[in-house]
């Protein structure tokens, strides 16, 4: 029995999950009546978990895969309706989704003669595969996945699973990160004198860090850091 959990959201965003996940044991799919999400995760939960309450897990993780592979992504939700061959399912009315605008830039990739590249692979199934089996990682998407818009505190619990997961190296070790982007990155998550009250901490002594991030920046940081993160683990 394949579950279709049914989503809502800006047709760019779930377009961005329909590129990701074009297959798999957990993809997006786009049908004349809207966008449905269908995961053997979803179809098979663990005993005693319904159908119903294992989706917003997987929607989750999800949401926060495709954060990490572009760091404005904004969430997409579950509508509460569920569908499959013969019955309907309905568990929660759907939230309001703001409004608000982007423009997408699209290219293609061409050879020095000017021939065409095909598009390359989704990586995103493969990425999705790594999260489902991988603790850490599930537990990294799940906090990317939660929130609109994700600050210090979400960013720096995302910044120590991915530092603790690959000791005894380090991310600067691995050429993840530059000593100054890690630098630059804790000093303003930590310190109110940098970040205000949106910092980890309310109270620091001494100097403010020479090097400082906005939390823009710090939102590109983590995104790339998990993709890579992920990527080595595939």
Known sequence: MKVKAWLRGHDFDLQDLINLLPG??????????????ESIEIDEPPDGVPFYEAAPRVLRRINGLARAR????????????YSTDGWDHTVVSMASIKARARIQ???V?????????????ADGPARAQVAASTPAVDEALDIMGQ???????????????????????SLVDLGWASADEISAFTG??????????????????????????????ARELISRLVTTWIDSKR
């Open 24 to 37: 798999g044991e957990t993809r997006v799919v786009k049908v004349e009546d809207g966008h449905y999400l």
């Open 70 to 81: 572009n760091p404005n992504f904004e969430l997409v939700e579950l509508t509460g309706n």
């Open 105 to 107: 830039a699209t290219g």
């Open 109 to 121: 990739v061409r050879k020095p003669n000017g021939a065409v590249l095909p598009a390359q692979p």
């Open 147 to 169: 929130l609109d818009v994700l600050s210090w505190p979400q960013l720096y619990k995302v910044f120590e699973i991915v530092r603790a997961d690959i000791k005894p190296q």
């Open 188 to 217: 303003s998550a930590n310190r109110p004198d940098v970040s205000g009250t949106r910092a980890r901490h309310a109270r620091m002594g001494g100097a403010p860090p020479h090097r400082q991030m906005s939390e823009e920046g």
